[in-house]
């Protein structure tokens, strides 16, 4: 349950850039608006060496909603209907280059995508998910964190410690369960 109590302020400090606390977290450890550098020295607070391991967990449940495109990165961000950026899925023989170009920049002057920069550097199946989503324009809101576990993209401590639960139970060994089977069967 701790686990999960630590995801809820995980996901608190995306979530909530501006709120104060966020702000001095952001601003002490130099994350440059990325926690999932999860570095710790020996100056660390120890709300900071518990809520670096969860980054991971974090980064791994979490999506981008387009809205405007200006704050999701193309390459780097979960942001399409896909359980990897961008980047794990380039051809083997690509360069993408600038991996910190946003989203909003596949776009052309009229709002529409323009994938001729990346059609040759994505396999077919990824080219046709871009273009099935809507393209970002200056007038929708800004992008947007949410949460996979839930159908409203919302962070709940009981989704957390469901996914917590589940990977826990994948890592423990057939012999532990069967042990624990038989003193409470």
């Not at 966020?22 to 926690?35: E, T, V």
């Not at 083997?92 to 909003?104: C, F, Y």
Request: proline letters at 7%; aromatic letters at 10%; a negative charge.
């Amino acid at each position: 349950m701790n686990k999960a109590f630590l995801a809820k302020i995980s996901w608190e400090l995306i979530d909530k850039l501006d709120d104060l606390w966020a702000s001095l977290i952001w601003a002490k450890y130099d994350l440059d608006k990325n926690p999932y550098l999860t570095h710790r020295t020996a100056n660390c607070s120890s709300l900071w060496n518990n809520l670096a391991p969860m980054w991971p967990f974090i980064k791994e449940n979490t999506i981008h909603r387009i809205g405007n495109g200006l704050n999701t990165l193309f390459w780097r961000d979960v942001w399409l209907d896909m359980d990897q950026p961008l980047i794990e899925l380039a051809l083997p023989t690509s360069d993408v280059g600038n991996t910190e170009a946003k989203v909003r920049e596949l776009t052309n002057d009229h709002g529409d995508w323009n994938l001729d920069k990346v059609k040759h550097l994505l396999p077919n199946d990824c080219i046709f998910r871009i273009e099935a989503a809507p393209p970002p324009r200056s007038s929708d809101p800004p992008d947007s964190l949410a949460w996979k576990a839930t159908p409203d993209g919302r962070f709940s401590v009981s989704s957390a410690y469901q996914l917590i639960s589940k990977a826990s139970q994948q890592q423990a060994s057939p012999q532990h369960i069967l042990v624990w089977d038989k003193i409470w069967a």
